[in-house]
């Protein structure tokens, strides 16, 4: 059945970006329709069932989730807190960096981590604590972030953001060693420290190091209560809603079409989904200039990550309220393979136990998710193939550079691989047909200060009513999607009120 | 003075990127109002410079730059950054 339906505001995807606005302008008043191609919300919040437990996808821990800090008064705001949902990972080792010689426990807290780093590191005192004041004095630039207004300095902000995490660094350290753990986090965004914007960086270690929370009851469970909240605030949210098409006239959009026929009429779209997916969706392409375009066209995306997700046999050599991150060398130039496209070899990797509160006391099996760095480009020839119907072929090419992982990892762990029950395995492909990824990458658009600060996309675009949302947009993460959420829709509600009610509430 | 090989390749680069007739490419043009570029336009006219002439813009200099002759100087001052000489030629 085709119809049209008419709303303040469309919000294209239902990830935690979509999610927060819809919230955020439901409670605001506007009228609100969350749109999802898939059969379930949340995007990367959404987690699966296998072999009897609960597997996340793209949640597996956040920051400045403790009382008062950003994250946690953002859902507060909001009225999604539930303390139920989030669990304290271990504050006397939260991340667990391990490199062939040499292991790093990052604490909660900020002391905590410098005294430990400098225990370490003795004759690096000087450097840890001035790049730990560093970050802290960054973070504070960014008003969405630290929900103030008052003290924004453009100039410095777009310096912060203009500067790399490896020219910091470099700055004031020569340890090779130091230098691999504060690089060791690059991970969660995909971008090498030679192109990350240091204050994007930044905010990602201060979130986490002031409040790392794992995800209680996996990220499907806050998704569902963004969901509720937008519902209390009488808004609608579907699934199975693919929108195909942005409908304009004289350059101003005026609906989304989906891919069941139906139209929904907005004075306002905001779009959760890849910005080159959103501007293709445009009916008039000559809304663009070529410059735009060109634009567009020159931003790469991040790389793939391959996921096995697997059942430990108990007694389980990991902690649930860890995370753990393997590198294969401590060489900073050698430890990330962000960039790595041909060579099919696994140079680093990251645990993460689901189910962070066991089921039942005692020992039990646990279910962990391993990660490690790949190319869509292995699976090329399988692209636009269903989830289920792919041959033998592929799976023994994943089979293959699942076994690469285990023996990758049998250094740190020897016999890993024996002491695994059940395991299953995804590739960017799982991305590309589940969440609508651009080439299967895993964390959108590769951040580089190429294009932070003033050269970053969104939230406004050449349509004066169609604002982009997401990672993309900023930084990836839940936060970075929420914090991201918050400039959209503020674009929309007014940005200045909201940031004091949030300041007001964080006290 | 701004070398005229600069005028010339930022007027193609604008003439291409932003499909603005050559003949409203005069220096005193303000970007804004007589070319009916807006501020989001300004960052792909950076972004589209920076990528066509090989040069690197602080961004914050963006806030400065008014008019085209804006342009040219501020291209002309970066013009000795390694390999703009050579794009310039093209
Ligand atoms: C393996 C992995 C592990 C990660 N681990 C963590 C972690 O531990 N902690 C953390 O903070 N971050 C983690 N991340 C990153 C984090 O999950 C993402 O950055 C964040 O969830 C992105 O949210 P989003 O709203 O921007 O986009 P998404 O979650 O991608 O949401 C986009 C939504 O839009 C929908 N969509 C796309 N096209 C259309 C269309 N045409 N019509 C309708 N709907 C559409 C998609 O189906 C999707 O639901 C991880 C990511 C990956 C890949």
């Known amino acids: 059945m085709s119809g049209s339906s008419r709303f303040d505001v469309v919000i294209i995807g239902s990830g935690m970006a979509s999610l927060t606005s819809a919230a955020l302008l439901s409670k605001k008043g506007f009228s609100v329709c969350v749109l999802e191609q898939y059969s379930k919300v949340g995007g990367y919040l959404h987690c699966f069932s296998r072999f009897g437990h609960r597997f996340d996808t793209g949640a597996h821990y956040t920051g400045a989730m403790g009382p008062g800090q950003p994250f946690h008064t953002l859902l507060r705001y909001l009225e999604a807190y539930d303390e139920s949902l989030f669990v304290p990972l271990d504050p006397e080792g939260f991340d667990v960096f391990r490199f062939p010689d040499f292991e790093f426990q990052l604490p909660k807290g900020y002391e905590k981590t410098i005294e430990r780093l400098t225990k370490f590191f003795p004759s690096e005192r000087e450097a840890i604590r001035t790049y730990f004041e560093r970050v802290k004095a960054v973070v504070k630039l960014f008003p969405t972030y630290e929900f103030t207004d008052d003290a924004l300095d453009p100039v410095q902000l777009i310096a912060a953001t203009e500067t790399s995490l490896a020219t910091v660094v470099e700055k004031l350290t020569q340890s090779r060693s130091l230098r691999a753990i504060l690089y060791s986090h690059c991970t969660l965004h995909g971008v090498m420290p030679q192109e990350i914007s240091f204050g994007l960086h930044a905010i990602m270690v201060d979130s986490l190091i002031r409040g790392p929370y794992g995800f209680a009851k996996g990220g499907d469970a806050l998704a569902q209560k963004m969901v509720a909240v937008i519902q209390k605030n009488g808004g609608t949210v579907l699934t199975k809603k693919k929108v195909t098409r942005i409908e304009t006239m004289n350059k101003i959009a005026q609906a989304v079409h989906t891919d069941s026929g139906d139209r929904y009429e907005a004075k306002w779209i905001v779009s959760g989904c890849h910005p080159k997916a959103t501007f293709r969706m445009v009916d008039d392409p000559g809304i663009f200039s070529p410059a735009f375009r060109q634009r567009l066209h020159t931003l790469k995306e991040t790389i793939g990550i391959f996921g096995i997700y697997a059942t430990h046999q108990a007694p389980p050599q990991f902690d649930r309220l860890k995370n753990y991150y393997y590198f294969e060398s401590a060489e900073p130039e050698k430890m990330l393979d962000l960039n790595r496209k041909s060579d099919a070899k696994p140079g680093l990797a990251f645990i993460c136990p689901s189910e962070r509160i066991a089921k039942s006391t005692g020992t039990q099996t646990l279910p962990i998710s391993i990660h490690a760095a790949c190319s869509v480009e292995w699976y090329k020839p399988w692209i636009g193939t269903a989830w289920n119907k792919r041959p033998h072929e592929y799976h023994a090419a994943k089979n293959a550079y699942a076994n690469q992982i285990f023996d990758f990892l049998d250094q740190f762990h020897p016999q890993l691989k024996t002491r695994i029950d059940h395991f299953e395995t995804s590739t960017p492909l799982s991305n590309l047909y589940f969440n609508g990824s651009e080439e299967g990458s895993a964390y959108g658009i590769y951040h580089s200060i190429q294009n932070t600060g003033a050269r970053a996309l969104g939230p406004r675009t050449h349509i004066p009513n169609l604002l982009i949302t997401g990672q993309n947009t900023l930084f990836p993460g839940i936060l970075g999607a929420a914090v991201s959420a918050l400039r959209s829709a503020g674009h929309i509600c007014g940005i200045k009120p909201i940031l004091k009610e949030l300041k007001e509430l964080a006290q | ?90």
């Open chain 2, 1 to 90: 003075m701004t070398n005229p090989k600069i005028i010339t390749k930022v007027n193609s680069v604008m003439h291409q990127g932003f499909e603005i007739p050559l003949e409203k490419l005069t220096p005193e043009a303000t970007l804004f109002t007589d070319l009916g570029l807006d501020s989001l336009d300004a960052v792909d006219m950076l972004v589209h410079l920076e990528e066509n002439i090989g040069i690197k813009v602080d961004g914050e200099k963006l806030m400065s730059v008014r008019t085209l002759q804006d342009v040219y100087t501020l291209v002309d001052e970066l013009s000795s950054q390694p390999g703009v000489e050579a794009k310039l030629e093209h």
